[in-house]
């Protein structure tokens, strides 16, 4: 292993590219590489982002208060997420009287016995219309009980979207420092996004911050 690459330094900080020329060096981590079943690339990588985050955390780099990672917010912006996060409404009751097997398997029979009847007389109206106001069926369709149960499921779902907002606030709101690349943060600013709360721009703005330049202090 003579090199992974040319020597050279992107002043983006996008990439870092090394070339390692001393054997020793190189010996050690592979031999550091393999006790871990590593690849020696790929023990690089782990060794060099575990201290990359430990130098970041330390310098604060991308780490803020939770105050001020919201004050990264327009007031505008934030004001339209604290209303989407109470945005909850009243779920409707489920429409009562939802008959028994029994009084179903009543109301089928009657039905079907009387459509077999060609000149139903008054008496055997009566009669069957007697069955049907027996059971609850008849009233219990009438109920509109798809609509009902749409109601409801539009109720769940807008409170659903609601809570998701609320608990993103509740969580992000209690830490006391935010790191702006934690998975927490880009997937809630992605969901802000995704309910047209933010700009598609503004995630990178919000959590942009001062990198340090290469061969800087």
């Known amino acids: 292993m003579t090199s992974s690459s040319s020597s050279s330094t992107d002043l983006t900080m996008e990439t870092l590219s ?3 020329t001393n054997t020793r060096v190189i010996d050690g981590l592979i031999f550091a590489a393999n006790s871990a079943g590593m690849t020696p690339e790929g023990y690089a990588e782990w060794l060099l982002t575990k201290d990359g985050h430990r130098f970041a955390d330390a310098n604060s780099y991308g780490v803020v208060t939770s105050a001020g990672f919201f004050a990264r917010f327009t007031p505008t ?3 339209d997420v604290l ?9 409707p009751e489920p429409i009562g009287g939802v008959p028994t097997a029994k009084e179903q398997q009543m109301y089928d029979d009657a039905v079907a016995a009387y459509a077999l009847l060609e000149n139903p007389t008054a008496e055997e109206t009566a009669m069957y219309e007697a069955i049907i106001a027996m059971t609850s069926v008849a009233s219990y369709v009438a109920a509109s009980t798809a609509e009902n149960q749409a109601e409801i499921d539009a109720a ?3 409170n659903a979207k609601a809570n998701e907002i609320k608990a993103l606030l509740d969580e992000l709101t209690a830490a006391e420092r935010v790191a702006l690349d934690d998975q927490r943060v880009t997937d809630g600013l992605a969901l802000l996004v995704s309910r047209s709360l933010l700009g598609a721009e503004r995630p990178a703005e919000i959590t942009a911050y001062e990198r340090p330049s290469p061969g800087g202090e």
Request: cysteine-free; aromatic content about 6%; overall charge negative.
């Open 77 to 79: 912006e934030y004001a």
């Open 18 to 20: 090394l070339t390692l």
């Open 83 to 91: 209303a989407a996060s109470v945005d909850t409404v009243v779920v």
């Open 156 to 158: 769940e779902a807008q």
